[in-house]
């Protein structure tokens, strides 16, 4: 709340309010990326999101175990929101993630979108300097925490996970009842409700969940709070061309489309980004061959 309302009260003594580089321009006179940091300075710290992720240079960490997603499947009526910045879908109580290494349980609050123009790249997150067309991050708070600024607070007080979007041949007819409710919320403080949605359907399928990358990081909007546990998917999730320019129909507060609504990557600093799956699929150590020899050797 108190971080609500200190943002609150620099938005107003600045008179600005914050936006997408795309959005800035000479008749716009909101802070774009580059100047986010003059009203929030958490932008212009040393563990910031989104990064980019140097496949080659992941450490794989055999305690990234597989998650445990409770309620995912459970159908919902979500609202879905244009919030001048993305669109939003609030989740209800009572979907969770656990494991993965996360020190707690973590409840879902929202789930919003980043994207490019008419399904051109668009994603926070980059592998080893590649987009996706679009990224979804479904943010969960630390169980404890009634809100997200009372989480941010925390180092650990926030789980995102990331997952990426990419352009199939054919439409990803999961995913058409948000993309139909998307053309009644035009306008930000636009809403509507999407019925009949569960979080599966927003996911690759469940044998492709258990690879991701972990690392610490910050929200990807101001006020960039340092206080997320990120949890990026390797895996992506498919959409048609025809589906990922849906989002372009969108509208910021200016008229103007809503497209590449994504953050660029920010320096990594003395962080490192982990891989789940550890050393099983790696070859065996010396002392595993070694044993295995001697064994076989007694046997005979
Ligand atoms: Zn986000």
Same mark, same amino acid.
């Given at each position: *709340? !108190?971080?609500?309302?200190?943002?609150?009260?620099?938005?107003?003594?600045?008179?600005?309010? !914050?936006?997408?580089?795309? @959005?800035?321009?000479?008749?716009?006179?909101?802070?774009?990326?580059?100047?986010?940091?003059?009203?929030?300075?958490?932008?212009?710290?040393?563990?910031?999101?989104?990064?980019?992720?140097?496949?080659?240079?992941?450490?794989?960490? @055999?305690?990234?175990?597989?998650?445990? $997603?409770?309620?995912?499947?459970?159908?919902?009526?979500?609202?879905?929101?244009?919030?001048?910045?993305?669109?939003?879908?609030?989740?209800?109580?009572?979907?969770?993630?656990?494991?993965?290494?996360?020190?707690?349980?973590?409840?879902?609050?929202?789930?919003?979108?980043? !994207?490019?123009?008419?399904?051109?790249?668009?994603?926070?997150?980059?592998?080893? &300097?590649?987009?996706?067309?679009?990224?979804? +991050?479904?943010? +969960?708070?630390?169980? &404890?925490?009634?809100?997200?600024?009372?989480?941010?607070?925390?180092?650990?007080?926030?789980?995102?996970?990331?997952?990426?979007?990419?352009? #199939?041949?054919?439409?990803?007819?999961?995913?058409?009842?948000?993309?139909?409710?998307?053309?009644?919320?035009?306008?930000? #403080?636009?809403?509507?409700?999407?019925?009949?949605?569960?979080?599966? *359907?927003?996911?690759?399928?469940?044998?492709?969940?258990?690879?991701?990358?972990?690392?610490?990081?910050?929200?990807?909007?101001?006020?960039?709070?340092?206080?997320?546990?990120?949890?990026?998917?390797?895996?992506?999730?498919?959409?048609?061309?025809?589906?990922?320019?849906?989002?372009?129909?969108?509208? $910021?507060?200016? &008229?103007?489309?809503?497209?590449?609504?994504?953050?660029?990557?920010?320096?990594?600093?003395?962080?490192?980004?982990?891989?789940?799956?550890?050393?099983?699929?790696? #070859?065996?150590?010396?002392?595993?061959?070694?044993? #295995?020899?001697?064994?076989?050797?007694?046997?005979?």
């Amino acid at each position: *709340m !108190w971080t609500f309302l200190l943002v609150s009260f620099l938005e107003l003594a600045s008179g600005q309010d !914050w936006c997408y580089q795309t @959005q800035v321009s000479c008749s716009n006179t909101c802070l774009g990326p580059d100047q986010w940091g003059r009203s929030f300075p958490q932008c212009n710290g040393r563990s910031q999101s989104p990064v980019n992720i140097v496949t080659r240079k992941v450490l794989p960490d @055999q305690r990234l175990a597989p998650f445990h $997603f409770l309620g995912y499947r459970h159908a919902f009526h979500g609202n879905l929101s244009n919030n001048g910045h993305t669109v939003q879908l609030d989740l209800p109580g009572g979907i969770q993630i656990k494991g993965g290494n996360l020190s707690t349980t973590y409840t879902a609050l929202q789930l919003h979108f980043h !994207w490019g123009k008419d399904g051109g790249p668009g994603s926070e997150h980059t592998i080893d &300097g590649e987009l996706y067309p679009m990224e979804m +991050h479904i943010v +969960h708070i630390k169980e &404890g925490y009634e809100s997200l600024s009372q989480a941010a607070s925390d180092p650990e007080g926030l789980a995102v996970l990331g997952i990426f979007f990419q352009e #199939s041949n054919s439409a990803n007819k999961k995913l058409e009842p948000l993309l139909k409710a998307l053309s009644r919320i035009p306008r930000p #403080s636009n809403k509507t409700i999407v019925h009949g949605i569960s979080l599966q *359907m927003f996911l690759p399928p469940h044998d492709h969940l258990r690879d991701y990358y972990r690392y610490h990081g910050s929200l990807t909007t101001p006020d960039c709070a340092q206080s997320v546990v990120w949890t990026v998917l390797e895996n992506t999730v498919p959409l048609s061309r025809q589906q990922l320019s849906a989002f372009s129909q969108l509208r $910021f507060s200016d &008229g103007r489309p809503m497209a590449n609504t994504f953050r660029s990557v920010q320096p990594l600093n003395a962080r490192r980004v982990y891989r789940s799956g550890g050393s099983m699929a790696a #070859s065996p150590t010396p002392a595993v061959v070694l044993s #295995s020899v001697l064994l076989l050797y007694y046997y005979l």
